[in-house]
C-alpha cells in the first residue's frame, strides 16, 4: 500500500475511535455548599499551639508559627502525626495522589481518621484519577469522607493517553490542573509545599526520588489557607466523585474494596529520632506538647479557581500567586535566591532579571534541574534558550547532579536512586522566605492554579542557608560561559574540591536532547 494511503487509514482510524469514543461529564447536580470548622479552640491541637507562642506572638497579632520540613521522612511523618491527631475536620487538597505504598498509606490514614468521626474533605486534581474508580469510591463510601474532583476529564479511561485522546474535544479540561498541595488539621496546623503524595517524594523510589521542601504551619495563617481550600471545594470546577464516576455496587462493597487496597500500603513510614536541623520529629513534639516554629508574620497567595477559565493569559496572570511572587521578588535590595525545578523566565522574566542585575553577578542565585536530572525534558529544553544569556547579564546559575546530591546527606537517602529537584522557593534579601506549589513558567503563572507563602522571618531563612550551605557546592554543577562568551560549561567539585570542566551538558542524554530538538518547534512555551 502506498505511504499516503497508509496515513490515511491510519488518520480515519484515529477519527473513528476518536468520534466514537469521546466522553461527555453528566450535567451537575445540587450540592450543598460546606465550610472549615471555626469553633476547634478546645482540640489538642489548637491548645498546643497556643501553648507553644512565644510572648511576641501573643502580643503581636496576626503572628504564624512556622517550621520547614527539607527531608521527605519528616515531612511524611508530619502529615500523619496531625491526621491522627485531628478531632474535628482534615482538609485536604492534592494534584497528585499516587495508588502506591505510600499513597495508600495515606489514603488509610485518612480513612481511619473518618472512623474516629473526624469530618475529612479530601479535593483531588483528576488528571491522574484514571483507572482510580474503585479506589476513589471506595474511600467516599466510608462515614465522615466527601471526595470531589477538580476539573475532571469526560474519559474515565485507565490509561492517561487514551483519556488525552477521548478528552480532546475539551481540551481546556485536559490543560488547565489544580497543582496545589495543603493538608489542613482542625483548623490550626497545615503542611503545604511542593511535595505531592507518592513514593518519589518521600525516598521509596528505587530509580529516582525528589529533592523537595515542605512546610509547617500554625496559627492565623492556616484559617486563610482553610478559607483557601473552601474556595475550591464550594467551585464550579469542582464535582463530586459521585457524580463524575457511576457505580452499581453497594456502599458496603465500595469499603470492603478500599480497605482491601488500601492494606496494599506501607505499614508505617519509619523515621529518623533527629532531622537534619537536630530536631525531632513534629509527632514527638506534639505528644511532649510544644511545637519548635519559627513566629513571624506572612502573607499568602492562593490562585482564584476560576483563574482557569479566564479568557487570555493576561488575564489569567492578574491577582495570581505568580504575580505575588515576581512583586516580592522585584522589590529586592540585595539579592534574590531562586530554587525551581522548572525555570522558562520567558521575556517577561529575562527583562526583569536584566534589570534587577544591572549587570552585575551576584543579585540574583538561580538553582534547577540540570538535563539528567529533570523529569520534564521538554520544560528544560525551554528553558536552555535563556541560559546563555542570564550567565552574561549576571544570573548565577547551578544544576542539581543527579548522582552527587547524596553526598550531603542533607535532603535524605537516596540510596542507589538519582535526585530530581522539585522544591519550589525564594529567598529575598534573607529576610523574605516564599514557599509553596509554583514553578517559575508559562504554566504555573496563567494555566494551572496554585499556592504560596511569603514570610517575613530572618530566622527561617538562616534555617534553609545552614540547610543548603554544606552541599551547594557538592550538588550541582556551577555554570559559567566559555571564553567566547556563548558556550555554557558545568563545572564540578570531585572528591578533593578540584575542578572538573565539562563542555558539553554531562552525563550524554543524546538521545533526550535530539528529542528535544525534534519536538520543541512545535510545543510553544505556553504549554510548558
Known amino acids: 500500500m502506498p505511504l499516503l494511503a497508509h496515513v490515511r487509514a491510519v488518520l480515519l482510524l484515529a477519527a473513528s475511535v476518536w468520534f466514537g469514543g469521546c466522553a461527555t461529564l453528566p450535567p451537575p447536580g445540587p450540592r450543598m455548599p460546606s465550610h472549615a470548622l471555626t469553633e476547634v479552640g478546645d ?129 481546556g ?65 469542582v464535582r463530586p466523585v459521585g457524580e463524575v464516576i457511576a457505580s452499581a455496587v ?56 476560576r483563574k482557569i477559565v479566564r479568557g487570555s493569559d493576561a488575564e489569567a496572570f492578574r491577582g495570581s500567586v505568580t504575580e505575588g511572587a515576581l512583586r516580592a521578588l522585584d522589590a ?8 525551581s525545578p522548572y525555570f522558562v523566565p520567558g521575556e517577561r522574566g529575562m527583562a526583569m532579571m536584566k534589570q534587577a542585575t544591572g549587570g552585575q553577578p551576584g543579585r540574583i542565585f538561580l538553582v534547577t534541574n540540570s538535563l539528567g536530572a529533570t523529569d520534564e525534558p521538554l520544560v528544560y529544553a525551554g528553558y536552555t534558550r535563556y541560559r546563555a544569556e542570564m550567565l552574561r547579564i549576571g544570573v548565577t546559575i547551578r544544576e542539581i547532579a543527579p548522582e552527587l546530591t547524596g553526598r550531603s546527606g542533607h535532603f535524605g537517602d537516596f540510596g542507589r536512586s538519582i535526585s530530581r529537584l522539585h522544591a519550589k522557593l525564594a529567598v529575598v534579601d534573607d529576610r523574605f522566605l516564599f514557599i509553596g506549589s509554583m514553578n517559575m513558567d508559562h504554566r504555573s503563572a496563567a494555566v494551572n492554579t496554585e499556592s504560596g507563602l511569603l514570610i517575613d522571618s530572618p530566622e527561617l531563612v538562616a534555617d534553609y542557608r545552614t540547610l543548603v550551605a554544606a552541599s551547594r557546592s557538592s550538588a550541582a554543577y556551577r555554570l559559567r560561559l566559555a571564553s567566547d562568551g556563548h558556550r555554557v560549561q558545568w563545572v564540578e567539585s570531585d572528591d578533593d574540591g578540584k575542578d572538573i570542566v565539562h563542555e558539553d551538558e554531562p552525563g550524554g542524554h543524546y538521545w533526550l536532547r535530539f528529542k528535544n530538538w525534534l519536538l520543541l518547534p512545535w510545543v510553544g512555551e505556553s504549554l510548558l
Request: net charge negative.
Open 173 to 237: 479540561r485536559i490543560n488547565h490542573r489544580m497543582h496545589n498541595k495543603l493538608l489542613v488539621a482542625d483548623n490550626s496546623c497545615a503542611v503545604t509545599g511542593g511535595r505531592n503524595i507518592a513514593s518519589e517524594y518521600f525516598m521509596r523510589n528505587t530509580a529516582a526520588n525528589f529533592i523537595d521542601m515542605d512546610l509547617l504551619s500554625c496559627g492565623p495563617v492556616v484559617r486563610e489557607m482553610s478559607a483557601g481550600f473552601d474556595r475550591y471545594w464550594n467551585s464550579e470546577q
Open 332 to 339: 529586592a535590595r540585595h539579592e534574590v535566591t531562586i530554587v
Open 43 to 171: 482540640t489538642p491541637l489548637a491548645r498546643i499551639v497556643r501553648g507553644s507562642m512565644p510572648a511576641v506572638a501573643v502580643d503581636t497579632a496576626g503572628l504564624s508559627g512556622f517550621r520547614l520540613l527539607p527531608e521527605a521522612e519528616f515531612s511524611f511523618e508530619a502529615r500523619v502525626a496531625l491526621i491522627r491527631r485531628a478531632q474535628m475536620s482534615l482538609d485536604v487538597q492534592y494534584y497528585h495522589i499516587q495508588h502506591d505504598e505510600v499513597g495508600l498509606l495515606f489514603l488509610r490514614e485518612l480513612r481511619d481518621a473518618a472512623a474516629r468521626g473526624v469530618r475529612v474533605r479530601l479535593l483531588m486534581d483528576d488528571l491522574y484519577t484514571g483507572g482510580e474508580d474503585m479506589l476513589l469510591l471506595g474511600l467516599a463510601a466510608h462515614p465522615n469522607v466527601e471526595l470531589r474532583l477538580f476539573n475532571p476529564l469526560p474519559s474515565r479511561a485507565e490509561s492517561l493517553s487514551m483519556r488525552f485522546l477521548f478528552s480532546l474535544h475539551e481540551f
Open 250 to 305: 453497594a456502599p458496603s462493597a465500595r469499603r470492603a474494596q478500599f480497605d482491601a487496597l488500601a492494606g496494599e500500603g506501607l505499614p508505617e513510614l519509619p523515621v529518623r529520632a533527629h532531622d537534619v536541623m537536630d530536631r525531632s520529629s513534629v509527632g514527638r513534639q506534639l505528644d511532649g506538647g510544644a511545637l519548635e516554629l519559627r513566629w513571624a508574620s506572612s502573607q499568602l497567595f492562593v490562585d482564584d479557581p
